[in-house]
């Protein structure tokens, strides 16, 4: 039933085989060392994060004490299976990393730990880690589409899917054929997970599904290196990830564009420290505010016009208790960004909680469906916001392009003072060792290798 | 949302965090010894297994290479987490671990590798190892039961039910309170998967599914102690197990006779080493043979009359390649008990695959949907078939209670017997070794600890 090469998953490997860097329009080069520059910072500053830490406990019990692969929290090194585990953990927690808005993913945080991990087990240089991520954001982010938003509802994509653009970037690091990188997907989709009720306990499932996502993703690729074999169909069969977990699922999806749509440079980065489903609406607040020069007290409301995903993923959220949670919390993201002036690290740390300000304004907004913005996304995030000051006024704003998005992308002297400041956030890496790194990634074809980023503490 | 203790899953974690070996009636202990005995037995058998020895190799590389927990396919010591991961891979490839009817879980395959790798890393008693697995039995069983028909459909249970039976085994051994189980299971059905794509090419998938369901229990049960969070209503919830991976979820099933209804003790053995359903057909061929006297020669055609699980599970198999995939073969089980009298272990080896005979038999075999098999189903598993003969007979025999059920189970002469074919199937325990195995188990509930069952070679 498989001999056949001519179902979708199989032209999806047989493209992820085949094409080499030299095929890869420099642009999309140059987007994906900033991508990586991005996400570096961000499993830096995923130290010290309580989840984090527990999975690094759970990694030191269960793990080996030594190894190839670098745990950027701690400086410590461990086998590629616990390294891209715990940096996948810490990848996602302060919500820096990219996103990709039409499939949803979270590409970073699940692909570079496993490249990087596995890499650095082998020695593989700079470029073969770029052409390996670019497999992982290419596979992943069609995977994500294919599976559908009926899929987002209810399961966290980037732990789900995540798990095979993981396995897709090793195998094709690991140099495997199309029929191994098909065996990988197999084994990585049969333990595909990540479901979203943990949102209403605020608890720590997120960091679990990204450390989960890139380290069976590296495990699955690993196996299938090693002759271990999964089901070929797993994404569009009778009995795989589609038919258990999708109701919308769109098999032309996965082969959409392959070799000419280069869909690794239409992620996005976050300029807000919060869950993109936030941002849209803020920046048209923060816009509004700006035209009209009002301040937070003259805002008697504000209504954000949204998406089902963000009412699906924000909507449990009404009382944030960790600053993590309140990276959920429309209110309270449309607070900081009123009160504060932004919504970035430092303002969650700050003031997300304490500030009484916020918790107002916080009480202040509401969400509600809107059918062009619903028809629009995933493709399109369209932020839109109607506010109604104190002394009776209604006003709105719209902004079509969300700072952050390609078309309205960070510079890089832009995503070099974010790394800075992801790297100071806790005192994961000093400015003078993420000067390093910015400079080492600006350079990353011609590195020799991908070891030692940061020096043993 | 979760502050009230209502709920199906919190109550049946109440009950777990509660219950003692003293509440435990004795019978059900007994089987419980039973149970391990078949699962140890089982461990072993899978050693030189193409699959399992693939997951040794990764864990070679990537776990620890000492430790306090065993590895039996290798002898070997390892962290809890490997050696659940393996255990778990060989204690289901050669499909001879139990089965519970209703939730069509095999509960051995995880709970006992998840309880077995902790203890030993932690000098736990046998009867605490005895009392976790009863937990991780009532859990499983009763989630299983939960997730209902429809998820079974499309998911192994056992990979994603077993993730949670795993967590629950694992958390009563640690003594977790009812809140601290609930956030275990909240960890392991935030990674709960397993897809049945793989049986269409007969992939290595479902080795992965019971090594992995095993150590992420463990993995849950351990982040949960060390006060990582996990959503409250994994199971129940909006976003949760049910929402995301069934159509007929049933609340009520969580929480069935909690206390009064042991459901450990309604799981059953296997007494042919094929799916498991394939046996009540296999049982009433078997019973019409032995009744007419007749030969495999003499039959021209065989309909067994099934539940729509079986159809579902074993309909894509239809030739066979690998010994694996012919223990889902319906036709090949018929076969090897027509023409060599037994499905077991040696017959699967020796007459699968090459034996002309029962390659023959297998193309006179079909599967017919049965609305009375069907309904009873999954409470019941009904054997029926219908034999035309070569003279133009047709016969028929019916069995109610396969052999190896609650009500028709393996006497312990007969589960001793059993054990040691299959420590003698790879030469994974010698006869002395596994008679000392077996004495160990039937004082399991004063060992004080369960270290060192097999002695390094």
Redesign the interface.
Known sequence: ??ADHTYPTRQLCEFLARFTLADVPAPVIERTKDLFLDWIASAIAGKDA??VR??Q??AA?????TGDAEVFVDRRRT????AALINGASSHVVEQDDVHNGSVLHPAAVVFPAVVAAAQAEGKTGAEVLLASIAGYEAGIRIGEFMGRSHY???HTT?TVGTLAAAAAVAKLYNLDAEGIN?AL??A?????????????????KQ??TA?AAA?GL?SA??AR?????????LE?????A???SSDANPASLTDGLGTRWATAETSFKFFASCRHTHPAADALKVLMQREGISADQIASVTTHVHQGAI?VLG?VVNPTTIHQAKFSMGTVLGLVAVHGHAGLAEFEQHALQDAKVASFRGKVEMELDDEINAAYPRKWLGRVTVRTTDGRTLAARVDVPKGDPDNTLSRPELEAKALQLGAFRHGATEAEMRVIIARVWALESAPNVNDWLPAR
């Open positions: 039933m498989s309580p989840a527990k999975i406990e759970f019990a269960m793990g080996p004490s086998s590629p299976y616990f509802r209810i399961f732990g065996q197999g084994s989709g049969t333990q595909a997970a990540g479901l979203w009720e943990f949102l209403r306990d605020a608890a720590d499932s679990l599904h989960k069976d495990q690993w196996l090693a002759g271990f074999t999964g089901a070929k169909q797993i069969g009778a009995q795989g990830m038919a258990g977990m699906d449990p």
